[in-house]
Every structure is written in structure tokens, then in C-alpha cells.
């Protein structure tokens, strides 16, 4: 059975309150993973047909109602494990929860520069050392990652995004209890956090700087070296294999040397 842990519970008290957008995934995870923002596409900029656009609507909605959709799992003790499937299709309503969304999508179902293709594929390389194993099955990294924005603004483009909210955003993880919480923190949003605030905010160093020409990242450790923090580009379209094994790497190399079981 799902276990609630109070920082998250007290959590998604305060942002049921707010409105505020938590995130995805398992609360319990050691692994944070922020992207730049939510894609949606609600004024059908991709041209599409009118189911495409329901879908699009209703994401949106889904996306306002994450921490009230929190609260009912916490309040009814919902496990993955007791999720319904999600059946796609053009009359299928959108039937998504936040602790595992779009359960039993299959990673062929999505083009190969897609963000989740490139979670997949970090999640395997960090949890099985294999990249292969991210073709053609589940996608799972929910089990093992928590997923939130930078932007609490969705939009198709990045470039047309509302970035007005990322400010009170930063500072809405700083004093987050639950985001603190996390061991790993992968800032895959580029330029819409810079060095100094991540010091900031999550309170660690600078470290080094990993990758090649434009497929770089950035790691960051604290005082104790029990919280590493990269920073890196968003995990989407061309970005290479290579990066994703050098900060998987990284990764992997820290939670075995914290003692955390990753096999």
C-alpha cells in the first residue's frame, strides 16, 4: 500500500489552497526531475482535428486539478498498483492520476524526441544500466521519478509560455519541504534557472561541468555531499543518448555511494 509521507501530505494541504501545481509521479521517490512546463495545446497550434483538441482541454484541466486529484489519493490511500489502464482513442474521456499518468502508454506511441522517450531512457540507464530497455514497453518511470515544472504555466512552445510565474515558482521550492527532500534534483529546463539561483535555492555548490558541445550539464552538491542537483538542458527533441548516460552515470554513482538500492 501507497504510504502518504507528511512533508508531501502537508504538501498538497497548502496547494489544494493555492491552486498551485505539485507534479507527477511517486512522492517517494528519490528523484526529482523539473522541465521547463507542461505541454498542452488548447489553440491547436499543431492543426489538428477536434479530438485532438478535447484531449488538449482536457489535459489542461487535468493539470489545474493535480493537487485536488493529490488530495483524493491521499485521502483514499490509492496505490499504482490499483490504477485502471488508460485506453486511448478519440471518444476515450482523459482517466489520468497524477501518481501514475496515462498508465500502460506505450513508448512506441511516442516519437523518439518526445520528453517522456528521454525519462524512459534515463530512468533505465539509471535503474538497469541498459538504454535499450527503453524501446517499445510501458513507460514506468513514474515508479522511480517526481515529475514538476519550472513553469507553473502550460503552453505547446516554450517560447510562447507565460514565464511571468517562474519567480514566485523558485521560490515556492525553496521553501518547499517536500522538494527539499529530494536527493536527486535534475533541472532539465535550460535558461530559465541560472547558477547562482540554484546555489540559492537548493543550497549546494557548483561542481563540475559534464557533456560536449551543446549536450552539457552542470552538478551541484551540498556541504555533506547527500544532495546532488544537475542542471542541464531540456530532456527533449535532439538531445543525445550520450548526455542522457553521462548524467545517468553521475547519478547512479551517487545513490550507490548514499547507499541507495537502485538494482
Known amino acids: 500500500m501507497m504510504e502518504y509521507l507528511q512533508p508531501f501530505r502537508k504538501e498538497v494541504k497548502e496547494c489544494i489552497k493555492t491552486g498551485t501545481y505539485i507534479g ?9 526531475i523539473v522541465g521547463k512546463e507542461t505541454s498542452t495545446d488548447v489553440e491547436n497550434k499543431a492543426n489538428r482535428d477536434k479530438h485532438y483538441v478535447r484531449f488538449q482541454r482536457e489535459c489542461l484541466e487535468d493539470f489545474k486539478k493535480n493537487a485536488i486529484k493529490w488530495g483524493l489519493n491521499i485521502k483514499n490511500q490509492v496505490d499504482a498498483n490499483s490504477l485502471p489502464v488508460w485506453i486511448g482513442g478519440k471518444d476515450s474521456p482523459l482517466i489520468s492520476n497524477p501518481l501514475f499518468p496515462f498508465k500502460s502508454l506505450q513508448t512506441n506511441q511516442l516519437k523518439e524526441g518526445q520528453t517522456w522517450r528521454k525519462y524512459q531512457k534515463l530512468h533505465d540507464l539509471i535503474f538497469f544500466g541498459d538504454i535499450s530497455l527503453s524501446r517499445e514497453k510501458e513507460f514506468n518511470f513514474h515508479h522511480n521519478f517526481f515529475l514538476t515544472e519550472m513553469n507553473n504555466s502550460p503552453a505547446k512552445y516554450s517560447r510562447d509560455a507565460d514565464k ?3 519567480s514566485d515558482r523558485k521560490h515556492f521550492f525553496k521553501d518547499s519541504v517536500f522538494i527539499q527532500g529530494f536527493p536527486v534534483v535534475v533541472l532539465a529546463c535550460s535558461n ?15 561542481n563540475k561541468q559534464g557533456g560536449k558541445r551543446k549536450q552539457l550539464f552542470w552538478t551541484h552538491y551540498n556541504s555533506d555531499y547527500t544532495k546532488l542537483v544537475i542542471h542541464t538542458r531540456q530532456l527533449s527533441t535532439n538531445v543525445s543518448n550520450d548526455l542522457l548516460i553521462e548524467i545517468a552515470d553521475e547519478i547512479r554513482h551517487f545513490l550507490r555511494q548514499k547507499e541507495v538500492n537502485i538494482d
Request: glycine share 12%.
Open 164 to 166: 511571468s510565474g517562474i
Open 192 to 206: 530559465y534557472i541560472n547558477g547562482d539561483e540554484i546555489k540559492e535555492i537548493f543550497n549546494v555548490s557548483f
Open 24 to 32: 507527477s509521479g511517486n512522492p517517494n521517490s528519490k528523484i526529482l
